[in-house]
């Protein structure tokens, strides 16, 4: 079905994507060649002279010159598919000079191509012809893992690739690898550890560098006060952290990157040697040794094959340098050598051989080619600049300084600061900066020793003074020379020359020797005014072929070049100030004593030596001179022709400086305010030692005070980046600021925060491209490849494209630069910059070749700015571009339904909107955040809230600037429109821009654009056209106001843009495919908001002039930024009812609330809480349209004017109610009835000041919410109509006690009422039954703590706050419990106390004593008897009994410390029985206590209660008991304080279901009625669950602790008999069906095989005893363990004793009879003879099965046990007789004997009487009663052991 569905745009594309097109150079009749494949290319790359291609299906192709393959030359027509990949389904490809590179999906890497150097990562073989594949391993993890590659990027010696973990891994050969090695080729892939943890988005090569463009994340603030003498680095000493002082404060930054591998001490540009820090092995080659090759050696030495002679110089004139190395400067090389840079010798012609190596590098295998030919690629290479460059020789006393920069007139001073600032490598040796030093630069300590050495004493304490007047002589200075310059700029070029020049020496010379206060100045403090005036050395050249070049310019003397090497700082040569520098006053070679040469082919008659400042003196002597009459001319000229050495004019760096600015004064700090009036804007500013830059000064690039910028959409590509490069510098191409090489990576710092979102490397320039769409450049550029003609060039500059031109695409070749730019249709253009390629006729020319016979020739005219190529609008809708060598392929589609151009068209939409956003960003909200005055004017409120704007407008514009670049992106894909950005995080953009517009409104509403008029005015001027361009207002008369609302509301109007483009994707899809479905859905989201933002400005701007309409006092305070007016009854629309004749009532309806204002006071109602209907009982007749409104605490009636206002208000009421409820803007009107909200009541007298949150209905709290009141009373839990009512938890504080009184329960009507836990501020608990607020029913009160001075329990009945009824009161303290009936809080009536000392009273107690007839037992069972009138004491008739039986009967008197009075008779019956040794006499307990029947009333009736009956229920109220059953489980499983398990739910679930049945009860239905009782006994939300927790908790309480008496047994055990009573009375009320108690339910036929034919008896024991015995088992099994504790110590003595004996011994002791006795036992399998000595080996599966006894809880489970043991002892006994034996109970007994004896049970005489007491009558008379009988009568035989 969906391949019927498929959109013509997918069937089309197909065929029409993927079209490439190749071309040379930027000639306007250059004609692109079409590359033909069968299918759609994906991805190209282009090296020297060949490339490859990548196709759909992830087949890869190769066309050019594939030296590699034997010289085959493959036309680009019909390129050769690379059969070896496929079906390795490749994602992409990568070309480097003259290898190759390519990326499946699982992420192998396939390399093939020149291996020389290892580029191929494949060891041992200098030519790959074949893609093979690289094994990507990481070593040093345990095991060694492989690691997955995204993409590979190749350069002339080296490959570099990203891994999936996003980190760098590189093999090949040179410091471009970034590697800690001097071992050379790296033959396999190895990680650069300088870039390990960081996140590396994408990487690229040069020719012999790298760049790598890295996810900048922010970095944690520092804790450090400040740096210390030991936080310095290790290679640069400079300070690891510093601060920067920002005006109130300072911050401290720890931001520092340090030039790994810069040998400073060594001071020699262009080597590559190692850092000091690195290890013994690997460091480089000793001085006078050769290091690997390819290598420079620490100082300077040459390497074996092809490096520069020691030291830099040169070999004896006109010999030979050894072998592959270059040839002194300026001379030939004698064997077919290049001099040092490749270029000719000085007579202009070729060596004797005619063919040029390398620049002084032998072929690729370190050797000469033969015969003195070179191999294609080393023909190539032959213009690409070597690692080490010849060095001048010493220049002696007067060197030549060079070489020429140049500064445009329109050049940005932003730039040059950026190309300033960043001088921050040096080192803490006593050289010069060798960053600052172009190769041939003399040094200042070179120079002037002396000076030097000044400059090392020189401190920041320098004199302030001093420092202005020096300043204000050298201002005053350069003004005059200005001014004269500018009056004589028409005048003779060559007098302006000398004289500029003169007066700069003076002025440098004046300079350097007053002012060496300032050595610790950097480069761009005041010293540079003196660069000022010398300005750059300029070479000018015409671009029109043939044309010579008149006249001279005269010598200068060289010492006029010493003195500028100590005044020009580099960071300012090259422009005139003021005036001079707009007539473009260009000085000759008269300034530094050096021709200005160029290279424009016939028009020269010599070429720039390049090498050293020596060759270049020479050429410039022994050559004519430049004219001056073609300057002008040159000037006007369209292309302007450059030629530039790779050395520049610079100022030696300053010791502190080179100490890593160790020190930061004040003066340097106010140095730069001194001198901001007079600087010129080619300056750059002062910078502090401590910073490159300070925020704290405003400067030109000051950044807004904003929010951090945050990646808002974690998927979207990110703008936070740093671009870091490593490699060789000698051309400038690793962009900081000078020619040195790198080692290891190192940040561009330059170039943080400008977005670079792509990097991309030519031969020996680099280019970056910015979200923006700006591009920075930097490198070589000889042949104008940059795209600018700034200097200097080692610094990132941006290029000069045209106005209007946005680049979003780029790639660079050997000598030029492609720009892919949106121009003013959607489809793009493209734009060339560098070096032109004459044409060839048709039939000689093999495109992409390297052939000389075949290739375009390269002329010596090239572009000074990016130039726009006429044909890229016939190649289609460009994608993609692609450099390499000196050819340029284009990537593009055909518009197939317009739907290419629809993409292209939202690209270029969103590109223009993001530069426009950061535009405005940058010319407005940056200037007025920054401006003092705008806080002062705004206010706290509104600066906020202008700070809230700009914070959202960043965080827009970041947003913004990521879907750009993702767009840009998405045009190289598959184009998967459900795939757009705008699709797939549509909320993301939808929220932002919600978010954006209501900050503008709400700082609209609170005036704040008024406010800024007065600071726009000081930012922008009163023209303000800035603000009228930003703005795109065609009208000239916009109020100011106006235009900031408008400049702020204008990205909104981009969503509208949104709707259209998509809706525009839409139409080019069926209406059936999900495509159009997602992008019809998205249209409709985005133009649904774009017209709700359009309502919600229109209500901000109506709300604000209702502001300033009604301003005042009164309306000032109801001004807030969210609020927005709806209505307002100004017109008397609206009235109140019954208002005064004279009363003024006014309505104004905002968004969030209905303001009733009177006179001077006013009443706010919040809409949250309003509720309006209309009244309909109003006759007709009465014309009265009222419309009711209900708040919280009043009620009122309003009346409108007509129908159609009341309609009109009613309905705008409802609305905005809606919204404050709903948070959306647009609904049907009708609010709920129940919501949500928050108030504070202030009529109320309950609730006065008291704030509420939470659920409301019709105007009163009505559910869940919180009350809280000003004196700390908080209430959480359920309302209903305004009062608590359902469970709750309210703190109550206590003002005595400092404490709060708490309690967790359930309420009604306001109340507390029903079950609850109160903890009292004095420590008590209460937990229990409420009734109106007292304690009421079952509870228990808890004093004190457990260790305390009065620690009490009480646990029972009470009744209005009181203790009434039965209750067990544990006095803890004095170590007694009482167990009987209160009244008003005191013990009365009957009861039973016990204490801690074994004392037992039962009996009458009066007002809390014990008054009347009681029984007093003691420990050693001594009895009283009678009559007691105070506590313990015996006062009346009684009987005093002994243990021993004797007992006395008369009238007691006395305390039984002090003495009993005793008049009565002594009886003792056992004295004419001396036989006779125990007595018979036997204690009768439990007479005189509580009747097991009152106990617990109250937690019975509460059960009852709860069912919906006051008592034992009638019939009738089964079906309500049943339905409360219900409503308590929802309840409580709602209400209830903790959450429940999944199980729990289901349980509550099952249980709430009502058990239907009628007729009698069968035997399936009998157990299914004990199932339900289980579980309902299991829960405790259900009334049976609740009510056995219940009588478990009471029932501990009462005989645990000091209730442990073994007299209370009777007692305990009867109590457990009521309970089950009255639960199977409750049981019966539910189940009406059920039989009575011993009633019997006959068989189920249906039923289980258990049920037998008697059927089954139904007694409380068997249905409920075994839910509710194991909870209450602990404290049973202890009374009986302590009543049976005498007879248990015989028992055991007795077991112990018997058994000593082994088995058959015992067998015979017990009479046995022998047959029965075993002859071999089991034991792990084996049977084993019995012998006489063994023992524990008999009946051991009887004997452990009686053991289980102990482990079961009730009598049938124990009962169960019993008969288990008869059977395993029958299965013995029946296996030793081998047949069936039927046992007689004289032999079962004592077998059995032997069972128990074995079994060693403790406690048996406690388990027996407890079977006995508790077990079914109905069991007594059957086989289970005779099998216990015989139990029990084995304990009594062995109890009775000693005596036989």
Partial sequence: ???????????ESSRERGLLHLWRGYCSSVTPERVLLSRPVLQAALGISHGILLAEGGLVYSFGDLTWRQGLRVPPTYP??????????????????FHCGAVTQEGAVYMWGENSSGQCGLSERSLVPDPSLVSTVDSETVPPQIIRILEVTCGEQHTLALSAQHEVWAWGSGCQLGLVTSVFPVWRPQKVEHLAGKHVVQVACGGYHSLALVRRFPAPDSQFAGPTATEKCDQCRQLLLFMVDKGDHVSINDSHYCPLGVELADGK????SRSRQASPARQASPSGQASPAGQASPSGQASPSGQASPSGQASPSGQASPAGQASPAGQASPSGQASPSGHASPSGQASPSGQASPAGQASPAGQASPAGQASPAQRHRATACPLSQAVSPDPGPDPIIGPEHLFSSDTDSSLRESGSKEQTNQDDTGTSDPQRQGPGTLTE???????????RQATS??????????????????LSLSEQNDNDITGNPITLANQTAGDSLTLANQTAGDSLTLANQTAGDSLTLASQTAGDLLTLVSHVPGQCLKGDLPDQDPAVASGLSCSLPENCTGALTGRALTGRALTGRALTGRALTGRAASASPFEVNTGSSSSLCDSSQSEGRIPVAGLCEALSGPVMAYRKTNQEVRLCMEEASLQGKKCSSLTDILLEEVTEGSRRHSLPPLLSHASPELPGRRTARSRPNVARKEEVVESLPTLNTEVWSWGRGQEGQLGHGDQLPRLQPLCIKSLNGEEVVKVTAGTHHSLALTAQCQVFSWGNNRSGQL????????????????EGLRVWDLAAGQSHSLFLADGDCCQPILCYSGQQVMETTPENHIPGTGSTESSPSITDTYTLRPVLLPFCMNMGYISSVYGGGQSCLAQADLNVMGFISALHELAAADRKFYCRLRDINKRVVSPLLRKESVCTVLGQKSILLFQSLASNYSRLCHLTGQHSVSLTAFLRTARDVKGLVILKHANTFLDMYKEYCGSVGNFLVMGGFQALIKPSVECFGKKLEVLRQLSESSEDKVPLFDLLAMLFYSPIQHIHEYARLLLKLATCFDVSTVEYQRLQEGCSRYEELSLSLRRKRKEAETTNQFWRTYSGKTTDVLRKPQRRLVYDSSNKSLTLQNAGRFSVNWFILFNDAL??????????????????EPITDITANSKLYGIKVTTPEESFTLLASSPQEKAKWLRAINQAVEAVLTGEGSGPGVPAVSRTASYIFYKDLRLKDASYSGRWLSGKPHGKGTMKWPDGRKFTGTFKQGLE?????CIMPNKLLNKSDRYQGHWRDGKMHGFGTYKYATGQVYEGSFHENVRQGHGMLSSGKLIGSSSNVFVGQWLQDKKMGYGVFDDITRGEKYMGLWVDDQRHGSGVVVTQFGLYYEGTFSNNKMMGTGLLVSEDDTAFEGDFSEDWTPNGKGTLSMSNGDFIEGLFSGAWTSGLKIMGTYTKPSLYEPDKKESTWVLELGRLAVSPEQKWRAVFSECWSTLGSEAPGQPEERMRAWENIAVTLTTGRRDSPELLSRSQSRVLEKLEVIPLHTGPVTAGRYDVIRRYLTKACETPLHPLGGLLETLVTVYRMTYIGVGSNRRLLQQAVEEIKSYLRRILQLVRFLFPDLPEEGGVIHADHKGSSETNQQGLVVSSSTLLLPVLLPRLYPPLFTLYALDKEREEEVYWDCVLRLNKQPDLGLLAFLGVLQKFWPVSVSVLGEKQQVLPSTKDACFVSAVETLQQISTTFTPSDKLQVIQRTFEELTQEVQALLEGNFLLSMDDLLPLFLYVVLRARMRNLAAEVSLIEDLMDPSLQHGELGLMFTTLKACCFQIQQEKTT
Avoid at 269 to 272: E, F, T, V
Avoid at 1285 to 1289: L, P
Wanted: glycine share 6%; net charge negative; hydrophobic share 35%.
């Fill in 445 to 455: 300590s070179d120079s002037h020793p002396a000076l030097t050495q000044a400059r």
């Fill in 1285 to 1289: 009512d359902g469970y709750g938890d």
């Fill in 461 to 478: 304490s320098t004199d302030e003074k001093e420092l202005k007047e020096l300043l204000k002589r050298t201002s005053a200075h350069v």
């Fill in 787 to 802: 795209g600018h003609m700034n200097s200097p060039t080692t610094m990132p500059q941006q290029a000069k494209m045209s």
């Fill in 80 to 97: 050769l598919l690379e059969s070896v990949l496929s079906g390795q389904r490749v994602v992409s490809v990568a070309a480097g000079s």
């Fill in 1 to 11: 079905m969906m391949e019927e569905q498929k959109s013509p745009v997918k069937e």
């Fill in 1155 to 1172: 303001i009733h204002a009177q006179f001077s006071s006013h009443h706010v109602y919040t809409l949250a809480t309003l509720w309006v």
């Fill in 269 to 272: 540009p262009g080597s590559c």
